[in-house]
């Protein structure tokens, strides 16, 4: 990488701010290299195998706190940050009406990693068109980044008991994304405070209890993870808690008071796809695998692949009150080829002989 600063760096570090607002991200922050606490954290956090099967977490040893070690030479980065709550969309309703689907409110449109990265990217660009040359890559929670703990040290915010970011004036539904560069740019104050005060909802409010501790989330317990990251069968005592969510949850962010402060999205990319915000659970099991790419082709839920989406929806589907169609339906995918989908949707007739048991003892009483 080679460095040629001709202009202020105080004027350009403004300019980079304005360039991103007008690319249409909410904030623009700088920071330095030096994550320290936010890496021994990091540490503390994988030594208790909280990262569950996320061995990504664990690969790339130091590079995931010591950028300069994932890009050499990397002196500054730059944080932005991206709202992403689509307006007008109902949410807690979905989240309490136990025969539609909850997908977490990130996944519902286009997928974001292309479009942050093209932004961001746009950035670095817009940067050399005005300095020349540098050293400049763009991330999007692509590659071993600590995006929170960055974005807390350029200002964006504090990192919350529920171990998201929280900006005071927006909440936390935004996406973040980081642009290294070799520029010695002057950085922004660290955002210091704690806003959480003796508030503890997300704690009280996570379904599976997976905030062990303030800001620590038992990844192997959260149901993001088991409905995203796990590949395999989704340990029983857990299942019940996860409801309807059949991709991500939103709970810890939903029940945040600072979220009140969240503004809505002005990216048309982020409205919801195919009504993925009020779809019932029974219409998405119904989907074959050919539907299922075409319908969620270019949104996150792609990565989670036919059969763990089917396995999530057998899930919910258990969790829901009993009636004929939705037997109907679990029994329409007892010969699915999977042995994982079959366990599953074994498991959630089970619950549903239950609660027929339950009511037919209750009628006879
Ligand atoms: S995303 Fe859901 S399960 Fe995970 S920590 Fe937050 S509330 Fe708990
Ligand atoms: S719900 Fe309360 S404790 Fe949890 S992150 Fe929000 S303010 Fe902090």
Not at 10 to 19: D, S, T
Not at 321 to 346: K, T
Request: charged share 25%.
């Amino acid at each position: 990488m080679t460095t040629s600063v001709s202009i202020n760096a105080n004027e350009l570090a403004q300019q980079i701010k304005a360039w991103g607002q007008e690319l249409g991200f909410q904030q623009v922050g700088i920071t330095n290299v030096d994550l320290g606490e936010h890496g021994e954290r990091l540490q503390e956090w994988l030594k208790k195998d909280y990262h569950g099967e996320m061995f990504y977490m664990a690969d790339h040893g130091d590079k995931r706190y010591r950028p300069e070690k994932l890009v050499p030479d990397t002196l500054r980065i730059i944080t932005v940050r991206m709202d992403y709550m689509p307006p007008e969309i109902e949410t807690l309703k979905i989240l309490n009406s136990p025969n539609q689907a909850y997908i977490s409110r990130y996944a519902l449109g286009r997928d974001y990693h292309k479009l942050m990265r093209k932004r961001i990217t746009q950035l670095g660009k817009k940067i050399e068109a005005a300095v020349g040359h540098f050293g400049y890559r763009a991330f999007v929670d692509s590659a071993p980044v600590l995006e929170r703990g960055l974005a807390q040290k350029s200002g964006q915010g504090w990192i919350g008991k529920n171990a998201m970011l929280i900006n005071p004036k927006a909440g936390s539904y935004f996406f973040l994304g980081e642009l290294f560069t070799d520029l010695p740019l002057p950085i922004d104050e660290p955002f210091e405070e704690m806003h959480c005060g003796s508030c503890r909802a997300c704690l009280d409010f996570c379904p599976t209890g997976a905030i062990v501790d303030n800001h620590i989330v038992d990844g192997r317990k959260c149901i993001s993870y088991l409905t995203i990251e796990l590949k395999g069968s989704i340990p029983e005592d857990l299942r019940p808690k996860m409801g309807n969510r059949i991709f991500g949850c939103d709970d810890c962010q939903l029940c945040c008071p600072w979220n009140k402060f969240s503004k809505p999205t002005a990216e048309s990319d982020f409205t919801p796809r195919h009504h993925l915000d009020s779809a019932t659970l029974i219409e998405l099991f119904s989907w074959d695998e050919q539907t299922f790419l075409s319908k969620t082709e270019g949104t996150p839920i792609r990565r989670a692949g036919h059969e763990r989406w089917l396995r999530n929806i057998a899930v919910g589907l258990g969790n829901a009150p009993s009636n004929e169609n939705i037997i109907n339906a679990l029994n329409s995918r007892l010969d699915f080829e999977s042995e994982l989908v079959h366990e599953h949707v074994v498991w959630a007739l089970d619950q549903h002989k239950l609660k027929n048991k339950i009511q037919v003892s209750n009628a006879t009483r």
